[in-house]
């Protein structure tokens, strides 16, 4: 599937001293970067660009200007070493809703006109604006499911977990069931689970209005999830970190 639409749940686990768990439902768009007027244009709920009831905006991704997406993310692999050979990319990400939009996190499937692996841009945002990608990769060679990689962090996400932390990876391959595990360390201590899962439905003006129907808001639930919950393990005794100075460079 080349396009597809989502309805699933986020989770993020808690560990250690104060341990802490909160699900909530989200749906999601896995996109053809290549084929976004086609894709709009089969739908009246979904927008490209514009204001909408559900809307994708090519300026909340990649160089954040709205220019091409594909020559952004070329740019961004043949810098680690990657060589799509035109191949497909696939974006997995969270849609505007009534005009507003917030991803904690988007990934960028990118193929090889094989059709296999060969790199995840792992697209991250926090809730000051900022962002930062983390390219998964095995230095150009061909990459098997379920993916599974290791980065270390050098963005600020939360002011409740320290940077001296890695991620653990674990993507299996969208399909039919999206399954995404992320595992969080800090000095060698596992810290937090975070995953997204769901169900596959056509990505359409019914599969939209069932989304929207079962998660109405989803953005803004999105954001207002994540203070709430940051408030309850702050109050519960977690440790606040202080925000630092963001990394220099967009990718890692």
Not at 123 to 141: D, M
Request: aromatic share 10%.
């Amino acid at each position: 599937m080349q396009t597809s639409l989502y309805l699933g749940h986020v989770m993020h686990r808690r560990l250690g001293a104060v341990p802490y768990r909160f699900r909530y439902p989200v749906f999601s768009l896995l996109l053809d970067i290549d084929r976004l007027e086609a894709t709009a244009a089969k739908s009246r709920l979904l927008q490209l660009d514009r204001f909408g009831l559900v809307s994708f905006h090519r300026v909340d991704h990649g160089p954040r200007d709205g220019s091409d997406l594909r020559c952004w993310a070329e740019k961004v692999l043949a810098q680690a070493g990657v060589d799509l050979q035109g191949g497909l990319i696939q974006l997995l990400c969270f849609p505007r809703v009534l005009g507003y939009g917030f991803a904690p996190l988007s990934l960028w499937y990118c193929r090889r006109t094989d059709g296999s692996l060969r790199a995840v841009i792992a697209e991250v945002r926090n809730t000051f604006g900022e962002h930062h990608n983390y390219v998964l990769h095995a230095a150009g060679r061909e990459m098997t499911w379920p993916v599974h990689a290791r980065a270390s962090k050098c963005f600020h996400v939360s002011p409740l977990l320290g940077m001296n932390c890695d991620y653990r990876f674990r993507l299996a391959e969208p399909g039919a069931e999206l399954n995404i595990v992320i595992r969080q360390s800090e000095d060698g201590e596992p810290r937090l689970i975070a995953s997204q899962t769901g169900q596959a439905l056509p990505l359409n003006d019914l599969g939209l209005l069932r989304a929207l129907i079962r998660t109405p808001l989803l953005p803004f639930k999105i954001m207002a999830a994540i203070h709430w919950n940051a408030v309850k393990i702050w109050l519960r005794g977690a440790r606040f970190h202080k925000k630092p100075t963001p990394p220099l460079h967009e990718v890692s």
